[in-house]
């Protein structure tokens, strides 16, 4: 149906942990925030270009600290290569090519990178003069569509790939832009619009400025993007946990890792979006998606046995929301995804009570006398 949109769907057997495929996106981006608080990424996969030693220390503050067994960051600083254009940085050369070859050639700002007055920085600036953080998109997702098409030889193949994702009605991408924009919406929606066709105006995809085409397409990357979170801190880590270690040495390990994440408030990602399909949603997902390789690249993996013909789904809400009442999680995915899941688990309790959870344990709470209480 028109509100679940298009789905994924196995053509084959899956045993539980399986990985069903490695998905690249067509599209990704940096949060702008993020990228302006110096976490430092590849501006083509968003693998994390600090070390694990450099992003503890940035964010520690402690400008001397020292990573036990150093040789377990995966990050090669040797490898890393800027454009030679504008500076900004890659994991690698090949990472460079294909930015370059997909859409950097049209992006890339030369001598002007820091120029305030060009107009990709305004549009940027706009951005997170609306956008704040935490952030959920990136009008750079928007920029590389329209690039990415632009530089094309295909120009209608990568169309055709675009318009694969799911679209919404007039009143639901009115919501979706209101989610992201907040109140003054309307405004700051007039502002980028005039910003984004300033700096990027394609007269083959004139569709896309118009203001109704521009509402679409916003919401299009609203409703479509997928998170990502990149760390070459997490992988030490990861790493440092696979080790065989005597006892001992494995407590110091542990307690310096314990102490460490305190003193950075586990603040070491390099935050970013992309562009990507990896499954409808379900209560009960019967896949999960993740990034693994500390870059762009999605791997969706099985968490139970699929048979062929049965559609594969992740969940758009975490765990924690995945426990809490049909009403409580009805409300999260209806004001940040704007459907309402008709899962198994969904249908299953259709009868209960349009409670919160939050209602649901204040009601327990009145229920209760001081005996009843005293004995939990």
Same mark, same amino acid.
């Given at each position: 149906?028109?509100?679940?949109?298009?789905?994924?769907?196995?053509?084959?057997?899956?045993?539980?942990?399986?990985?069903?495929?490695?998905?690249?996106?067509?599209?990704?981006?940096?949060?702008?925030?993020?990228?302006?608080?110096?976490?430092?990424?590849?501006?083509?996969?968003?693998?994390?270009?600090?070390?694990?030693?450099?992003?503890?220390?940035?964010?520690?503050?402690?400008?001397?600290?020292?990573?036990?067994?150093?040789?377990?960051?995966?990050? %090669?600083?040797?490898?890393?290569?800027?454009?030679?254009?504008?500076?900004?940085?890659?994991?690698?050369?090949?990472?460079?090519?294909?930015?370059?070859?997909?859409?950097?050639?049209?992006?890339?700002?030369?001598?002007?990178?820091?120029?305030?007055?060009?107009?990709?920085?305004?549009?940027?600036?706009?951005?997170?003069?609306?956008?704040?953080?935490?952030? +959920?998109?990136?009008?750079?997702?928007?920029?590389?569509?329209?690039?990415?098409?632009?530089?094309?030889?295909?120009?209608?193949?990568?169309?055709?790939?675009?318009?694969?994702?799911?679209?919404?009605?007039?009143?639901?991408?009115?919501?979706?832009?209101?989610?992201?924009?907040?109140?003054?919406?309307?405004?700051?929606?007039?502002?980028?619009?005039?910003?984004?066709?300033?700096?990027?105006?394609?007269?083959?995809?004139?569709?896309?400025?118009?203001?109704?085409?521009?509402?679409?397409?916003?919401?299009?990357?609203?409703?479509?993007?997928?998170?990502?979170? +990149?760390?070459?801190?997490?992988?030490?880590?990861?790493?440092?946990?696979?080790?065989?270690?005597?006892?001992?040495? %494995?407590?110091?390990?542990?307690?310096?890792?314990?102490?460490?994440?305190?003193?950075?408030?586990?603040?070491?990602?390099?935050?970013?979006?992309?562009?990507?399909?990896?499954?409808?949603?379900?209560?009960?997902?019967?896949?999960?998606?993740?990034?693994?390789?500390?870059?762009?690249?999605?791997?969706?993996?099985?968490?139970?046995?699929?048979?062929?013909?049965?559609?594969?789904?992740?969940?758009?809400?975490?765990?924690?929301?995945?426990?809490?009442?049909?009403?409580? %999680?009805?409300?999260?995915?209806?004001?940040?995804?704007?459907?309402?899941?008709?899962?198994?688990?969904?249908?299953?309790?259709?009868?209960?009570?349009?409670?919160?959870?939050?209602?649901?344990?204040?009601?327990?709470?009145?229920?209760? +006398?001081?005996?009843?209480?005293?004995?939990?």
């Amino acid at each position: 149906c028109s509100s679940h949109g298009k789905g994924l769907f196995a053509k084959k057997p899956f045993k539980k942990g399986d990985t069903i495929f490695i998905e690249r996106p067509l599209v990704s981006s940096q949060f702008l925030w993020n990228a302006l608080y110096k976490y430092r990424a590849c501006e083509y996969c968003l693998r994390a270009l600090e070390t694990a030693e450099e992003n503890s220390r940035r964010l520690s503050g402690r400008a001397a600290l020292s990573l036990p067994h150093p040789e377990l960051c995966k990050v %090669r600083p040797d490898r890393h290569q800027p454009c030679p254009h504008c500076q900004v940085m890659y994991c690698s050369a090949e990472c460079r090519q294909a930015a370059w070859e997909q859409y950097h050639k049209l992006l890339c700002l030369g001598p002007s990178h820091h120029d305030p007055d060009h107009p990709l920085n305004k549009l940027q600036d706009a951005w997170r003069s609306v956008h704040y953080p935490p952030e +959920t998109s990136s009008i750079m997702i928007m920029a590389r569509m329209v690039a990415s098409i632009k530089q094309a030889e295909d120009k209608g193949r990568w169309q055709r790939l675009f318009s694969q994702f799911c679209s919404r009605t007039a009143n639901e991408e009115e919501e979706i832009v209101h989610k992201l924009l907040g109140e003054k919406f309307q405004g700051q929606l007039g502002l980028l619009r005039n910003l984004f066709t300033t700096a990027l105006y394609e007269e083959s995809l004139s569709q896309w400025f118009t203001p109704d085409g521009f509402r679409s397409l916003f919401s299009l990357v609203g409703t479509n993007g997928q998170g990502i979170g +990149t760390s070459s801190l997490s992988q030490w880590v990861h790493a440092c946990d696979a080790l065989e270690l005597p006892s001992q040495q %494995r407590e110091q390990l542990d307690a310096f890792i314990d102490q460490l994440y305190k003193d950075i408030d586990k603040g070491h990602f390099s935050c970013t979006c992309s562009l990507c399909c990896a499954g409808n949603h379900s209560c009960v997902p019967n896949a999960e998606a993740s990034f693994p390789d500390n870059n762009f690249l999605l791997h969706l993996a099985a968490l139970s046995d699929i048979s062929p013909g049965e559609e594969i789904c992740i969940s758009y809400l975490d765990v924690c929301q995945r426990d809490r009442s049909r009403h409580s %999680r009805h409300k999260i995915l209806r004001e940040n995804y704007l459907f309402v899941c008709s899962c198994q688990k969904c249908m299953s309790q259709m009868d209960d009570a349009d409670l919160t959870s939050e209602d649901e344990e204040e009601v327990e709470g009145e229920g209760e +006398t001081e005996d009843e209480m005293t004995d939990v």
